[in-house]
Structure formats: C-alpha cells, structure tokens
C-alpha cells in the first residue's frame, strides 16, 4: 500500500504545482525575516566585532567592545542597574494590576463589553502621544495628579524631577499601558471550567479560598505566558523614559536601551551599540531561560497526575 501510495504522488501532475503554489504564499513571510530580520541581526553581530563609527569604514577589534563595556564603561553597568529595577518594579505592579483588573472585567455586570474596550485604549494610543499625556498629568507645577493631591491636604510630588520618583512615574505608566497583559489574564480567567469553582463552593469554600485553591493555580500557565512576555517587554522600555525624562534626574531613568540609543544615534558608535545590543539579547535569553526552567515547581497545568 505503501508502494502504491508513493507510487500514485510521483504520477500526480499538479504536486509540483501545488507546492510551487505553496512556496510561493509563503516567500514573502521567509523574505522578510531574511531580509529584515535575520539579516540585519547578521550585520550588527559582525559591527559588534568592529569599531564603526558609521562614518568611516569599520575596522575589527574582536572582543573589544564587549570587555570594554564590563570594564570600562560605567554608564553600561548603571543603565543596566536601572533597567533591572525598572523591570522588577514593572513584571511585579503590572502582574498584580493585570490580574486584579481582568478579575473586574470577568464579572457578570451590564455592559462589561464597554468596560473591557476602555481598558483596552491605552495600546490604542501611540507611546509619544501618551508620554506627552502623562509629562503633563506628572507636571509638578500645573499637572493634574498634584492639583489631586493638594485638594485632598496632601504634599505636591515632583514626580519627573526627583531621582526618588522619577523611575516609579516611569513604572506607573508602562502599567497603566498593560492592556495586553489583562486581556490575556480576561482570557485565562474564561478558561477556567466553572463546575471546578462550583464544586469549591458546594464544599464550603470561600471566595478567597476558591480563588487561591482553584482559580490561581488553574491560572498558572496564563501567569507564565504573561510573565515571560513582560519581563521580555521590560527590557526594551525606552520611548517614556526617552520623551518625559531623557534619563534624568541624574541618570536615575536612564535605562539601557536609552544609553545604546546615545551611543549609536548621539556619537554613532554603530559597532558598540551593537555590542550593547547583543549583551541585552543575551541577557533577556538567560532570564527567559531560567523563568523556564523554574516554571515546574510554579505552573500547573489542567489534568496533570492523570493517568
């Protein structure tokens, strides 16, 4: 049967066709992660090796660039301190705001399908109009948040201009943008089969109790596809802190994609940007890694121990 079958592909006329067809709707896919993905990751690998100043032709120095950040370039090591804080403060508040507000929009109220849209417009909004947005609401002199704060007895906040606040204000944004972390939350949140919150109930659990006995561990995939997603997201945070602080106060918000962008775009040094660059990849490869590798003793998947 096996003959015959292999037989009848080779008489078939329209299988070379149909797989020039095939290959045909796929080309521009493949193209363009050739030519504008894998290609360019290609080039700054090999400029990573070089001293490009983008002006002049770039001449190979190895490993050079990469030792010289470890060891001789201190604004590295701090714009990496403040993006492993950033990063911290943000995967924590925003997990914690995601999940707290696709709890809300998994009610059964009128007119939840408005409510979900609404929370759902700041991913709508382009990153400079909504850094200029919050620049404004953070103003320390007019802003609306301390006009807020003072009506209610309490002290003005320089939220932008103050190396305590400033890189908070930052967070404070990136988790008011999160939509996309609480429409997946929406969507784990549905999953969940209610004849297992039923029988919770049924046995005299709690709301609190369901929630953290049947919904959050049924919820741990969703928490680690959110996790990942937004550890690799904070770790390319730039446009707020590069349109309401430019780094400062002092350096305090300047993040590492910040401190690469100056150095290719300010002193055009192509060849350590891209270094830079390579080292933040790696980075974000080893944290994604070790998420993964923890993910075992933390995720539990539905019908697990079933045999």
């Known amino acids: 049967m096996a003959a015959s079958h292999a037989t009848s592909r080779r008489r078939d006329p329209t299988l070379v066709r149909r797989t020039l067809i095939g290959y045909a709707f796929i ?22 090796l070089t001293n490009y100043k983008l002006l002049k032709p770039p001449d190979l120095l190895g490993l050079q660039n990469f030792t010289d950040l470890f060891t001789k370039d201190k604004q590295f090591i701090n714009s990496l301190l403040v993006t492993f804080r950033y990063a911290l403060m943000y995967v924590v508040l925003g997990q ?3 999940l707290s507000l696709a709890i809300l929009l998994t009610q059964k109220v009128r007119g939840i399908p408005i409510f979900r849209t609404l929370f759902y417009l700041p991913v709508v909004v382009p990153f400079v109009a909504s850094a200029l947005l919050w620049r404004y609401l953070f103003n320390k002199d007019f802003g609306p948040i301390n006009g807020f704060l003072q009506a209610i007895g309490l002290p003005a906040v320089n939220w932008l201009g103050s190396t305590d606040w400033a890189l908070i204000s930052l967070v404070l944004v990136s988790v008011w943008g999160g939509a996309v972390s609480t429409i997946i939350y929406v969507a784990g949140l549905q999953h969940i089969p209610e004849h297992l919150k039923e029988a919770a109930r049924i046995d005299g659990a709690s709301n609190r109790q369901t929630f953290w006995h049947v919904i959050l561990p049924l919820l741990t995939p969703t928490i680690f596809f959110s996790v990942v997603t937004t550890v690799i997201a904070s770790f390319q945070f730039f446009v707020p802190a590069f349109i309401m602080t430019g780094g400062g106060p002092a350096k305090s918000t300047y993040v590492y994609n910040l401190n690469l962008y100056d150095k290719a775009f300010k002193w055009l040094e192509m060849g350590y940007a891209s270094a830079m660059a390579w080292v933040m990849f790696a980075i974000i490869i080893v944290l994604t890694l070790i998420i993964f590798r923890t993910s075992d003793r933390w995720v539990h998947y539905e019908g697990e121990g079933r045999e």
């Open 27 to 48: 080309s521009p896919v493949v193209l363009g992660l050739i030519i504008w993905t894998f290609g360019p990751m290609v080039a700054s690998f090999f400029f990573s």
């Open 96 to 98: 914690i705001f995601a």
